[in-house]
């Protein structure tokens, strides 16, 4: 079993800035790609961005540009930037593990943005 502990969310601004961590409890870490994916109310989960064990990115159209993924292998945690956030940023942002087979999610971690 992997524990995914995200922790930056909050309330900001519109145009302001946000950082998000996902620290998984296990080893193996570098072996796996990681992602953030979102939920706003009443809407669909939905994959913000992914990095692959190699490092690898991609991004969701509407965040290209603004949000930054990256991860750091040795503290096991992956990191999301989000900046110039818009109020349709606003949601619950989830880590993801994807080890094939299973995939792990942390609980998630609200992230609000004002107009």
């Known amino acids: 079993q992997v524990q995914l502990v995200e922790s930056g969310g909050g309330l900001v601004q519109a145009g302001g800035s946000l950082r998000l961590s996902c620290t998984a409890s296990?080893?193996?870490?570098?072996?796996?790609?990681m992602g953030w994916y979102r939920q706003a109310p009443g809407k669909q989960l939905d994959l913000v961005a992914r990095i692959s064990s190699t490092s690898t990115t991609n991004y969701a159209d509407s965040v290209k540009g603004r949000f930054t993924i990256s991860r750091d292998n040795a503290k096991n945690t992956v990191y999301l930037q989000m900046n110039s956030l818009k109020p349709e940023d606003t949601a619950v942002y989830y880590c993801?593990?994807?080890?094939?087979?299973?995939?792990?999610w942390g609980q998630g971690t609200q992230v609000t943005v004002s107009s």
């Open positions: 993801n593990q994807d080890r094939g087979i299973v995939n792990y």
């Open positions: 296990r080893s193996a870490f570098s072996l796996f790609a």
